[in-house]
Structure formats: structure tokens, C-alpha cells
């Protein structure tokens, strides 16, 4: 390595490292230490939370599926009656 890249690389990485340290020392940092050790572990109320959540996701699937089926109905159905008003001549 010559001189000049080295002369840009040390300061380069001092403050990297000196950024590093601060932000381990927030709690962020602290959240993302205990992320890496896994002990990062959920409370009981957001576990409930979670849940009650999962549940709410549920019920809007089921809802959506049979907003699925109307809509599919409807686009079945609208068709014949265009086509019966056509035959009849009337609009």
C-alpha cells in the first residue's frame, strides 16, 4: 500500500471506529447488541399484541376473500344483463 492511500485510510477509519463506538453506546446500539446476543426477548403484553394483531389480519383476509367473490359475481352477472338489454333493445 502506498503512502497517500494509507494517509487516507487512517482517518477514514478512525472515524468510523470513533462513530461505531457512539452509536454502541445509544440505544440503538444496546437494541442491536441484544438483537446480535438473542436475548432480545418479547414481553408477554406485545406478544399479546402480536396476536390480537395476527387475528385482525385474519378477519381482513376472510373479508377480502369474500369481497372477491362479490366482485367475481358481479363481473359474471353484469354481462348477461348487457347482453339481455342489447337482445331487447332497450338500454
Same mark, same amino acid.
Given at each position: ?33 441484544? +438483537?446480535? /446476543? ?5 414481553? /408477554?403484553?406485545? &406478544?399479546?399484541?402480536? +396476536? ?14 369474500? &369481497? ?7 363481473? +359474471?352477472?353484469?354481462?348477461?344483463? /348487457? ?9
Amino acid at each position: 500500500m502506498d503512502k497517500q492511500t494509507l494517509a487516507v485510510m487512517i482517518p477514514v477509519l478512525a472515524v468510523f471506529f470513533s462513530g461505531l463506538m457512539l452509536i454502541s453506546r445509544t440505544a440503538i446500539g444496546k437494541a442491536i447488541a441484544r +438483537r446480535i /446476543e438473542g436475548s432480545g426477548r418479547v414481553s /408477554e403484553d406485545e &406478544l399479546g399484541f402480536l +396476536r390480537d394483531q395476527a387475528l385482525q389480519v385474519d378477519e381482513l383476509r376472510d373479508r377480502l376473500a369474500e &369481497l372477491e367473490e362479490r366482485v367475481d359475481f358481479a363481473e +359474471r352477472i353484469l354481462p348477461r344483463e /348487457e347482453s339481455k338489454r342489447d337482445r331487447l333493445g332497450t338500454s
